[in-house]
């Protein structure tokens, strides 16, 4: 390994222990002072090369505000960072859903499923994994409730697929984060991969490259 990219290694940990929070990692102490569905995943993954413990420490600290649908929420919320950022726990209100986590503060919606693969990561980069057993154990059906809730959303009215009209009409949700899942593509194989309805998949599957797309409005509703 050259200097120069050692360097780089030892300022990359420098930075994620300099925010780190005792359970979490702050991906930006004054930008973005919370904690973070996807930058938690990536986190961990790169912790998981040079501390076992930090990274299934990030990847249950996000697991415990886990909505009781299965939803993993985008942010979870620090107490003690309140007022710094836009929007926050008064704006999603999120309290008023019966599937919020109990005294976990969150943000309403959630971010594409990385998750499993950074719990993999964590296990094959571990240079005990026998000890990193109990944590997949874990974390199993913790991720099984994240995909039935994948699913449950791409099956639901945020998600229309008319093969009588020659459209998709999906949630505005996946335009915000269309680059998250590499591309409109990437919004389509994901939406492919949980769909049921051999029809709507059918009509996918043979208009993927020219699928025309309609976004619906997004529900702040949906929320609360």
Same mark, same amino acid.
């Given at each position: 390994?050259?200097?120069?990219?050692?360097?780089?290694?030892?300022?990359?940990?420098?930075?994620?222990?300099?925010?780190?929070?005792?359970?979490?990692?702050?991906?930006?102490?004054?930008?973005?002072?919370?904690?973070?569905?996807?930058?938690?995943?990536?986190?961990?993954?790169?912790?998981?090369?040079?501390?076992?413990?930090?990274?299934?420490?990030?990847?249950?600290?996000?697991?415990?505000?886990?909505?009781?649908?299965?939803?993993?929420?985008?942010?979870?919320?620090?107490?003690?960072?309140?007022?710094?950022?836009?929007?926050?726990?008064?704006?999603?209100?999120?309290?008023?859903?019966?599937?919020?986590?109990?005294?976990?503060?969150?943000?309403?919606?959630?971010?594409?499923?990385?998750?499993?693969?950074?719990?993999?990561?964590?296990?094959?980069?571990?240079?005990?994994?026998?000890?990193?057993?109990?944590?997949?154990?874990?974390?199993?059906?913790?991720? @099984?409730?994240? +995909?039935? %809730?994948?699913?449950?959303?791409?099956?639901? #009215?945020?998600? /229309?697929?008319?093969?009588?009209?020659?459209?998709?009409?999906?949630?505005?949700?996946?335009?915000?984060?269309?680059?998250?899942?590499?591309?409109?593509?990437?919004?389509?194989?994901?939406?492919?991969?949980? @769909?049921?309805? +051999?029809? %709507?998949?059918?009509?996918?599957?043979?208009? #993927?490259?020219? /699928?025309?797309?309609?976004?619906?409005?997004?529900?702040?509703?949906?929320?609360?």
């Amino acid at each position: 390994m050259s200097r120069i990219f050692a360097d780089y290694i030892e300022r990359a940990r420098d930075i994620l222990d300099n925010n780190w929070t005792g359970s979490s990692t702050k991906p930006a102490p004054s930008l973005y002072p919370h904690q973070w569905n996807w930058d938690t995943g990536f986190i961990a993954i790169g912790r998981s090369h040079y501390d076992t413990v930090r990274a299934i420490q990030e990847i249950e600290s996000l697991f415990d505000a886990q909505w009781t649908n299965g939803m993993l929420p985008q942010i979870v919320f620090n107490p003690e960072e309140l007022g710094h950022y836009f929007p926050e726990p008064d704006f999603w209100q999120t309290e008023r859903s019966p599937y919020a986590p109990a005294g976990k503060l969150t943000s309403g919606i959630t971010m594409p499923p990385i998750h499993a693969v950074a719990v993999e990561k964590i296990y094959q980069n571990a240079r005990q994994p026998r000890s990193v057993r109990p944590f997949l154990e874990r974390m199993y059906p913790k991720l @099984l409730e994240l +995909e039935e %809730a994948a699913k449950s959303f791409v099956n639901s #009215s945020e998600v /229309l697929v008319l093969p009588e009209e020659g459209k998709m009409l999906i949630s505005e949700i996946f335009r915000w984060y269309e680059k998250d899942f590499g591309g409109k593509g990437g919004v389509i194989d994901f939406i492919f991969d949980y @769909l049921v309805g +051999e029809n %709507a998949r059918h009509f996918i599957r043979e208009n #993927s490259l020219n /699928l025309p797309i309609e976004y619906l409005h997004y529900d702040w509703y949906l929320n609360r």
